[in-house]
């Protein structure tokens, strides 16, 4: 498997993660009283939808197999793991900092994308999706903040 195929795969399982975990936050928060956020943290995950496409694409023009298996298909959704607990009764503010926690986890994932030999036209997608995900994380962390 080659290298961009690699990081193509751990971003794609990545962003799956970011995707589901958005989406049941906003299921969580949809009563509260502020609607807008659920509607701002569907928008999230639909960001992140569009995202593994695009890098789903790109392997599939670069003929790589990035077909789901090994952690991906593991019953742990690495970086949004203190999301089940969160949804398990907590208040809409202790889901939203466990979403904090996911797009911390995604940022670094992202990061150690970028520490690898990948080819540029794969870098530059993953340095704009990066970008995109600090700013998603940074309004997620203040609308956290902004709660408390």
Do not use: N
């Amino acid at each position: 498997m080659s290298t961009d195929a690699k990081v193509t795969k751990e971003l794609i399982e990545t962003l799956q993660d970011g995707e589901d975990g958005f989406a049941r936050v906003a299921d969580e928060v949809a009563d509260s009283d502020t609607p807008e956020l659920s509607t701002e943290l569907r928008r999230l995950s639909q960001q992140r939808a569009q995202f593994r496409g695009e890098l789903e694409e790109l392997a599939r023009e670069y003929g790589d197999d990035i077909e789901e298996s090994g952690s991906a298909a593991g019953a742990v959704h690495r970086g949004w793991i203190a999301l089940k607990d969160a949804l398990t009764g907590s208040s809409p503010d202790a889901v939203l900092k466990a979403a904090v926690t996911g797009e911390d986890h995604a940022v670094r994932e992202y990061d150690k994308a970028l520490e690898d030999d990948i080819s540029p036209t794969l870098r530059t997608v993953v340095e704009r999706q990066r970008g995109e995900i600090v700013v998603a994380r940074d309004k997620v962390s203040a609308l956290a903040d902004a709660r408390s």
